[in-house]
Nanobody, 121 residues
Framework: QVQLVESGGGLVQPGGSLRLSCAASGFTLDDYAIGWFRQAPGKVREGVLCISSSAKTTYYADSVKGRFTISRDNAKKTVDLQMNSLKPEDTAVYYC??????????????WGQGTQVTVSS
């Protein structure tokens, strides 16, 4: 069955970096866009970044531009989120989701279980 599993979360100091990974199984990752989303306590889930099947990046959140990047390795069936210059306001549970197709403009179909990122001194 389709499965998305996030890893790499943890506690990091402000200004630090983390690399999250989304491991996909049960479908052909090559054909699908994958997005990263986050949900902070008491807030609605928001989009962060997305990468299309052709590796085009779409930023959903202006607040991460210049700090976060997304990449995919279809051979390894992973999509990574590199987060640099982290701020306390980046604290959230981070989720990856597959789209219904190759474009980041499509609806989300499958979700991972999330990984906690805490930015604090």
């Amino acid at each position: 069955q389709v499965q998305l599993v996030e890893s790499g979360g943890g506690l990091v100091q402000p200004g630090g970096s983390l690399r999250l990974s989304c491991a996909a199984s049960g479908f052909t990752l090559d054909d699908y866009a994958i997005g990263w989303f986050r949900q902070a306590p008491g807030k609605v889930r928001e989009g962060v970044l997305c990468i299309s099947s052709s590796a085009k990046t779409t930023y959903y959140a202006d607040s991460v531009k210049g700090r976060f990047t997304i990449s995919r390795d279809n051979a390894k069936k992973t999509v990574d989120l590199q987060m640099n210059s982290l701020k306390p306001e980046d604290t959230a549970v981070y989720y990856c989701a597959s789209k219904f197709g190759s474009s980041c403009l499509l609806q989300n179909r499958y979700w991972g279980q999330g990984t906690q990122v805490t930015v604090s001194s």
